[in-house]
């Protein structure tokens, strides 16, 4: 519809899809993870565990943004669910031995997706932000030999209110890429290690220290470099954005 707008992006993260997927379903600390997010936490469970592949969730969150020169900020309420995919079947994930017929192999010929899908509930700045987070394992780097996996994010926004749709638009065009260049980061500096560490009440340590430790000139160079990274990423990992009018 003319208000409305479908905006995706993707990069490729030198990390495992569990160190990404992580990341991802790390809900109530994703607010440390994505810096255009100040709050992130699940307001209920409706089943299973986090990052499970089957688990459901009610998360807040709210964003700050600035649109036409004014800052605000956008509450919204999302209902989240997981799922993992292969060759076309969609279940929890499995060993050997488990009977559940709805279950997913994890052997075969075909590479496991993880998804995340989640729909607006209640937001008094949009009456549409649904869409998906995907996780897909690459070929190992041949260079490196380390793994790769492909993060890629979809969202339909339709605002509510006096703002218009195109300078929404815009701005999540701004954001989507930073923010999956920080999920980048987090997958490769925290990864599942550090979120399961943090988790058991133990401390991050040098990996948190990389992530939030930079401040005063530090952060200023570490800003300077960020940008000829992302630059690079732009230029060499196939990161794509587009969006369209619906």
């Known amino acids: 519809s003319p208000n409305s707008r479908r905006i995706a992006g993707e990069i490729v993260v030198s990390a495992s899809p569990m160190d990404v997927w992580a990341i991802l379903t790390d809900y109530d600390e994703l607010s440390v993870h994505v810096p255009n997010l100040v709050a992130s936490r699940r307001i209920s469970d409706e089943g299973g565990q986090a990052g499970d592949g089957s688990h459901k969730c009610r998360l807040y969150q709210r964003g700050a943004q600035k649109i036409i020169g004014f800052e605000f900020g956008a509450d919204v309420t999302m209902d989240m669910r997981e799922s993992i995919v ?25 590479p496991e997706e993880r998804r995340i899908d989640f729909k607006c509930v209640d937001s008094q700045f949009f009456s549409e932000f649904d869409g998906t987070w995907r ?6 780097n041949p260079f490196t030999g380390e793994p ?9 926004v339709r605002p509510k209110g006096p703002v218009p749709v195109a300078a929404l638009e815009w701005r999540i065009r701004e954001d989507v890429p930073t923010n999956l260049r920080a ?21 991050f340590g040098k990996a948190l220290a990389k992530l939030t ?8 160079k570490s800003s300077s470099q960020v ?13 794509t954005l587009g969006a369209y009018m619906e």
């Open 148 to 156: 790769e996996t492909t993060v890629s994010y979809t969202v339909d």
């Open 135 to 140: 996780v897909v394992p690459m070929p190992d």
């Open 227 to 239: 940008s000829g990274y992302a630059d690079f990423i732009l230029d060499y990992e196939n990161e």
């Open 183 to 203: 999920v980048k980061k987090s997958a490769t500096e925290v990864g599942l290690e550090g979120v399961l560490a943090k988790r058991n009440g133990s401390s």
């Open 86 to 110: 292969v060759a076309g079947k969609t279940g929890k994930s499995t060993t050997s031995h488990d009977t559940d017929p709805n279950a997913v192999s994890l052997t075969g010929l075909f």
């Open 213 to 220: 430790g930079a401040t005063g000139e530090e952060q200023g």
